[in-house]
């Protein structure tokens, strides 16, 4: 089984950056698109940005501009930086990624455990 760690959370003045990371281990896998989601108290698990293993990359509204999404193939690895942070961005944000397992075949979705970001006004 693959599993992501996260790491990079923390708190923040509104207006500050953080830079978020999520890196996958395991044996014999490759990943498809990777992806950064966020929950906050009382809401659902929403979608912040995806990146395609080729770099294409799609974000929600409220982030484009201020939040960049990234990621190292070679290190199975994907990186969320995000500037310009407002209050309203506290959340527990969680790694998301579309693995490929080729013996025998399976894919599926693996989830990180979450890191929490909080920005302070």
């Known amino acids: 089984q693959v599993q992501l760690v996260e790491s990079g959370g923390g708190l923040v003045q509104a207006g500050g950056s953080l830079r978020l990371s999520c890196a996958a281990s395991g044996n014999d896998f490759s990943i498809n698109s990777m992806g950064w989601y966020r929950q906050a108290p009382g809401n659902q698990r929403d979608l912040v940005a995806r990146?395609?293993?080729?770099?294409?990359?799609n974000y929600v509204d409220s982030v484009k501009g201020r939040f960049t999404i990234s990621r190292d193939n070679a290190k199975n690895t994907v990186y969320l930086q995000m500037n310009s942070l407002k209050p309203e961005d506290t959340a527990v944000y969680y790694c998301?990624?579309?693995?490929?397992?080729?013996?025998?075949?399976?894919?599926?979705?693996?989830w990180g455990r979450g890191t929490q970001v909080t920005v302070s006004s």
């Open positions: 998301n990624a579309g693995v490929v397992v080729t013996s025998p075949f399976r894919m599926y979705d693996s």
């Open positions: 990146i395609t293993r080729g770099g294409t990359t």
